[in-house]
């Protein structure tokens, strides 16, 4: 785990502080913190907190530890297909909700598939950018896997852009990140676009 993130972690407040740190801000809303509705409300928050930000306590390198080597000699590509994530932008803390597909090409060993969408949930459930997101999803699976190619591609809706500043519902942002084969080959890629539906140079469908 990166230092700045454990010792975030290492320094968080207490459940009574972020509680408060609720109150203020129902506050700036120009509401009333005391009033009934509101009273169980910072420490709903808190707990949906837990929820979204999870991820924080996660280490997604040790979630692919265990590996399998009988394979059989299996040297094909591994795809799994829209993994739905729900995500938090760093900048204006409002979610940020979509899919993750995740492929790579193994050399000696693969990894359970729940494995690659928990990495996902790991990247995921923090304060992010998606660009961020995907190289790190790539990155942990490369390091660990050491397959000879990884392929993330994520494509996600921001609600920093469809329900406040610019406005525009609908707009899908996609990233992708490819390393080894699927960053040299061409036909490598084209094969994993084949497998996960996407005709290279077409747009993206179901965005969300
Ligand atoms: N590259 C990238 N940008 C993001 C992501 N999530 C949010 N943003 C953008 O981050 C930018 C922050 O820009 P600022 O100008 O500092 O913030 P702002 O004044 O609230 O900007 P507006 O959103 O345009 O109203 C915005 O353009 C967001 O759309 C992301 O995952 N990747
Ligand atoms: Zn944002």
């Not at 459930?125 to 994520?154: D, H, S, W, Y």
């Not at 992708?176 to 077409?202: N, Q």
Request: with cysteine; hydrophobic share 40%; aromatic share 6%.
């Amino acid at each position: 785990m990166p230092d700045a993130v454990s010792a975030a972690l290492d320094a968080r407040p207490t459940v009574a502080e972020a509680e408060e740190a609720v109150r203020t801000l129902l506050r700036w809303a120009g509401d009333d913190p005391d009033r009934e509705g509101l009273l169980g409300t910072p420490n709903r928050v808190v707990r949906a907190y837990g929820e979204f930000f999870a991820g924080y306590a996660m280490e997604p390198q040790e979630i692919l530890a265990r590996t399998f080597e009988e394979i059989d000699g299996y040297d094909e590509i591994v795809a799994l297909r829209d993994i739905r994530f729900e995500s938090h932008c760093e900048h204006h803390m409002v979610p940020v909700v979509g899919t993750a597909h995740v492929a790579y090409l193994p050399r000696t060993r693969v990894v359970g598939i729940s494995k690659l969408a928990r990495v996902v949930e790991g990247y995921a459930k923090r304060f992010t950018i998606q660009e961020r997101m995907t190289a790190q999803i790539a990155n942990a699976i490369a390091t660990v896997l050491e397959p000879r190619g990884v392929a993330v591609v994520v494509q996600a809706s921001h609600q920093c852009m469809t329900t406040r500043g610019v406005h525009k519902p609908g707009v899908a942002m996609i990233t992708s990140r490819m390393t080894g084969v699927f960053r040299k080959d061409p036909g490598a890629r084209l094969e994993l676009f084949s497998l996960l539906g996407m005709r290279p140079g077409a747009g993206p469908e179901g965005a969300c």
